[in-house]
């Protein structure tokens, strides 16, 4: 995937440049996030923050269609949300069919309300809860320095109950992430954010989730409508493949994964399979294994059968486990279903490689090997397949 291509015009080209931190008072203090994949922007964010409240506007690009958001905050004087309004819009700024123009929440003390704004109706729903707060869309991240601020006063923020956009009643909060940073809980990822002495947002990384993406803050001032009506949709990211190998007559190893590509970022140990976390091998739905004979990995034995493939890259070595639980989502690993893990072997690769590949390799009809290559490094595993007499 291309980066991003803008308009000529200056305020659009600005957005794609990181720029210096906005240094104005909280009394009018502007700001925009760009996040990215590598050097690919998949998202812009534009916001101000006042002593009475912040406002902004988002626009990203997923798959077949850009998205943009606009969105406010109203506060009380403890400095807490007392009321919001999120709109979701078109690259053009019209609404989405069958979408409604506004979702409007109120905040009481012991309660919060939505109400989805339509042409013809407003539905209308509240919720008990105390001091609640509104979870946002994914790459609006702005409003977590009301969180920030709220944790700077003492109070509790690592579970406080959030409302989100789509009218499911959950929970926001931080949890220490390790020196000036912290974790966001109840969001769609658990991005890993750092905020200066005065609770302004100055980076969002998302390397230990699945949306990895980096938002780094720049000065405000960005043409977002213009910027919106130049972005390209992404397409398809990280398309799925399979990989076969053939083990004498009727003998099947195939694997099935998805192939995200590099996009500038480091590897093994870096962005993309961080040390010690486990990995999906590959992206979005968990990758399959499907094998019609007993393989043989080291002490490792895996009677034929549908398995998920998983890796943990250590200091100390790299490994891969087979898992007994099947048909989830990239993300949903549960170590007591695992069949058991082995030791892989890393080497180099000849030259670079961008998209995550996987070759089953067979040596002859009871040998072969699980090849995986990404970046600069292969790991691999031999096996052995047993043998089907007629």
Request: glycine letters at 12%.
């Amino acid at each position: 995937m291309r980066s991003l291509t803008l308009s000529s015009a200056r305020a659009v080209g600005a957005a794609l440049l990181i720029a210096p931190l906005c240094t104005t008072s909280l009394a009018a203090q502007a700001a925009s996030v760009v996040y990215r994949l590598g050097k690919d922007t998949v998202a812009i964010e534009q916001y101000t923050r006042t002593a009475t409240g912040l406002s902004g506007e988002m626009v990203q690009r997923s798959g077949a269609a850009v998205a943009r958001y606009q969105y406010a905050l109203t506060l009380g004087k403890d400095g807490r949300p007392t009321s919001a309004s999120i709109k979701r819009l078109q690259p053009d700024g019209s609404v989405p069919p069958n979408s409604p123009s506004d979702t409007r929440f109120t905040v009481r003390a012991d309660s919060i309300v939505r109400e989805a704004v339509f042409a013809d109706s407003i539905q209308r729903r509240a919720f008990a809860a105390k001091q609640a707060l509104i979870n946002f869309p994914t790459f609006i991240y702005g409003p977590t320095e009301i969180l920030a601020a709220i944790k700077k006063t003492g109070g509790p923020v690592d579970s406080l109950p959030a409302l989100g956009l789509t009218g499911n009643m959950g929970f926001t909060g931080f949890t220490p992430a390790g020196g000036d940073t912290v974790k966001l809980r109840g969001g769609a990822y658990a991005m890993v954010m750092r905020f200066d002495a005065t609770n302004r947002l100055q980076l969002v990384d998302g390397a230990f989730t699945t949306n990895k993406s980096i938002g780094t803050r720049g000065a405000g001032g960005l043409d977002i409508a213009a910027i919106a009506k130049a972005m390209k949709p992404t397409g398809t990211l990280s398309l799925r493949d399979v990989a076969r190998g053939g083990f004498g007559q009727g003998g099947m190893v195939i694997i099935d994964y998805g192939r995200p590509s590099v996009r500038d970022r480091s590897v093994w140990g870096g962005t993309l399979v961080p040390f010690d976390t486990v990995w999906r091998t590959g992206a979005n739905d968990a990758t399959h294994l499907f094998t019609t004979r007993t393989l043989t990995m080291g002490d490792l034995t895996v009677p034929p059968g549908m398995y998920t493939l998983w890796v943990q890259h250590t200091r100390s070595g790299t490994f891969l486990m087979v898992n007994k639980q099947t048909g989830q989502w990239g993300t949903g690993y549960t170590p007591s279903q695992d069949l058991g893990r082995v030791a892989m072997q890393m080497t180099p690769t000849a030259s670079h490689v961008e998209e995550f590949t996987i070759t089953v390799r067979a040596m002859n009809p009871t040998k072969g090997a699980i090849e995986m290559a990404w970046g600069p490094s292969m790991v691999s595993v031999p096996f052995t397949a047993s043998v089907v007499r007629p």
